[in-house]
C-alpha cells in the first residue's frame, strides 16, 4: 500500500515561473490537506480539499497561489509568478476521514521549492 | 487564534537520559498528534492523543494529555541516537486543520 506519493521531490524555478506540485493521496483517502513549512519553522496549514471541493482555504496567500482535487488525478498545487518567498517545502497530507478517532493525516515526503 | 507552542526548541542529551518535551495549545482541541521529522524527509506520526489523561507508549517515547491543562508531554526513557530528530506537537482547529507547534530538535548524543 503506497503511502502519500509527491512529485517533484525537488523544484527549482526562477521568479515569475509557475511551480506545479502534485500529489496523490493514500489509497482509499479522499481528504487531501497542503501544508508549507519554512526553514528551521513548523508546518502550516494551506488548504483542505476533498474530491473536486475546496473545504477550507483560510491558509493559502490570496493571490498566485491555488489548489484543486480534480475527479481523476492527484491533487495540485499550483504557484504563479513565484518569487524568493516561496521557497520552502511543501507537504501534501491525506486521511481515509475526518472522525475524531480515525483522522490521522500521512504525509509525502514533500516537494523542496527553490526560487532563483 | 489557536497558538501551539513547544519547548524546549533545542535539546541536546546524553544516550540513558530521561527527558520531557512540552506542548501548550490556547484553545480547546479535541485532538492532539505527536509526529516525527528527520531531516529532509517528512513527518512520521507516532502518537494521537483524544480524551483528557490520555497515555500512550511506544518504545522509549509516551506521551500523554492533559486537556484542563490544555498540555501534553513526550516523555522519552533511556535516551538512544536513533530517537535523534525533530518532534512535532499538532491540534486539530476545526475538524481537519493541523496547528503545529515549532518543533523541538533533539540531538542525542553518544
Known amino acids: 500500500n503506497a503511502g502519500v506519493m509527491q512529485n517533484p521531490r525537488h523544484l527549482v524555478r526562477r521568479r515569475g515561473q509557475e511551480a506545479r506540485l502534485r500529489c496523490s493521496p493514500m489509497k482509499g483517502h479522499s481528504h487531501v490537506y497542503w501544508y508549507r513549512q519554512l526553514p528551521e519553522e513548523g508546518l502550516k496549514f494551506m488548504v483542505y480539499?476533498?474530491?473536486?471541493?475546496?473545504?477550507?482555504e483560510s491558509g493559502m496567500p490570496k493571490e498566485r497561489f491555488s489548489a484543486e482535487f480534480p475527479k481523476e488525478g492527484p491533487s495540485i498545487l499550483r504557484i504563479q509568478q513565484v518569487v524568493r518567498g516561496d521557497s520552502a517545502a511543501y507537504f501534501c497530507?491525506?486521511?481515509?476521514?475526518?472522525?475524531?478517532?480515525?483522522?490521522?493525516?500521512?504525509f509525502g515526503a514533500g516537494t523542496r521549492l527553490s526560487v532563483l | 487564534e489557536l497558538k501551539v507552542e513547544q519547548n524546549p526548541l533545542f535539546l541536546s542529551m546524553q544516550e540513558g537520559k530521561n527527558y520531557t518535551i512540552y506542548c501548550n495549545y490556547s484553545?480547546?482541541?479535541?485532538?492532539l498528534y505527536w509526529y516525527r521529522q528527520d531531516p529532509g524527509k517528512s513527518l512520521e506520526s507516532l502518537f494521537v492523543l483524544l480524551s483528557n489523561g490520555a497515555v500512550k507508549q511506544e518504545g522509549r517515547l509516551m506521551a500523554s494529555l492533559d486537556t484542563k491543562a490544555r498540555l501534553s508531554t513526550l516523555h522519552i526513557t533511556a535516551a538512544v541516537h536513533d530517537l535523534s530528530a525533530t518532534y512535532f506537537c499538532?491540534?486539530?482547529?476545526?475538524?481537519?486543520?493541523?496547528?503545529f507547534g515549532q518543533g523541538t530538535r533533539l540531538t542525542i548524543n553518544p
Open positions: 484553545t480547546t482541541s479535541d485532538r
Open positions: 499538532a491540534v486539530t482547529q476545526g475538524a481537519q486543520k493541523l496547528v
Open positions: 480539499l476533498q474530491k473536486e471541493n475546496i473545504i477550507d
Open positions: 497530507a491525506s486521511s481515509r476521514t475526518v472522525e475524531s478517532a480515525k483522522n490521522i493525516q500521512y
